[in-house]
T-cell receptor, first 115, second 117 residues
Framework: DQQVKQNSPSLSVQEGRISILNCDYTNSMFDYFLWYKKYPAEGPTFLIS?????DKNEDGRFTVFLNKSAKHLSLHIVPSQPGDSAVYFCAASADVIGSARQLTFGSGTQLTVLP | GAGVSQSPRYKVTKRGQDVALRCDPISGHVSLYWYRQALGQGPEFLTYFNYEAQQDKSGLPNDRFSAERPEGSISTLTIQRTEQRDSAMYRC?????WGRGRYNEQFFGPGTRLTVL
């Protein structure tokens, strides 16, 4: 069973417009959410995160929104730039006392920003 | 080193052979994780270590898979008697620790692409 779902495998956006990437989760124990960005031939790199005690976190052009009741989060990129073209993974983790937090990933969304 | 490194980057082996994949985490990172990523999917958790102790191996598919981190730094993921279904990208990640927030930010290596013929 997929606990973290990214239902859109791809998204194309014009440069300068907003990119919205969506992610849904099913495990109510998840309390920390992350977005990773991946370029070809590289490992995923951390982009932005949000704790379940918040509903929004902003870092420059990137904002993550969390809707706990809907078990949904989204990543907004404004304005989108061609260099943002990459695969974006949503990931989630649950707090386990005294233990590291394994990440559960979605299947990724390929974002293409068109010049 | 500056980032997580993995070797080899590519490994082609014949079915039935054993393989060992190496991960060198970021210096000072306490926690080390192994993930497996199939084509078109996100990374899937295999196992992790805090220092040299393997804390959770619930993601290892079967007993042909094992991992160690004897000195709390470099880790090796070993797959015995490889099968074609083991073909995947194997990724290693490390983090400062296991607390909340940024302590758990995981830094990923470039991965080892394993192909079992």
């Amino acid at each position: 069973d997929q606990q973290v779902k990214q239902n859109s495998p791809s998204l194309s956006v014009q440069e300068g417009r907003i990119s919205i990437l969506n992610c849904d989760y099913t495990n109510s124990m998840f309390d920390y959410f992350l977005w990773y960005k991946k370029y070809p031939a590289e490992g995923p790199t951390f982009l932005i995160s949000i704790s379940s005690i918040k509903d929004k976190n902003e870092d420059g052009r990137f904002t993550v929104f969390l809707n706990k009741s809907a078990k949904h989060l989204s990543l907004h990129i404004v304005p989108s730039q061609p260099g943002d073209s990459a695969v974006y993974f949503c990931a989630a983790s649950a707090d386990v006392i005294g233990s590291a937090r394994q990440l559960t990933f979605g299947s990724g969304t390929q974002l293409t920003v068109l010049p | 080193g500056a980032g997580v490194s993995q070797s080899p980057r590519y490994k082609v082996t014949k079915r039935g052979q054993d393989v060992a994949l190496r991960c060198d985490p970021i210096s000072g990172h306490v926690s080390l994780y192994w993930y497996r990523q199939a084509l078109g999917q996100g990374p899937e958790f295999l196992t992790y270590f805090n220092y040299e102790a393997q804390q959770d191996k619930s993601g290892l598919p079967n007993d042909r898979f094992s991992a160690e981190r004897p000195e709390g730094s470099i880790s090796t993921l070993t797959i015995q008697r490889t099968e074609q279904r083991d073909s995947a990208m194997y990724r290693c990640a490390s983090s400062l620790g296991w607390g909340r927030g940024r302590y758990n930010e995981q830094f990923f290596g470039p991965g080892t692409r394993l192909t079992v013929l």
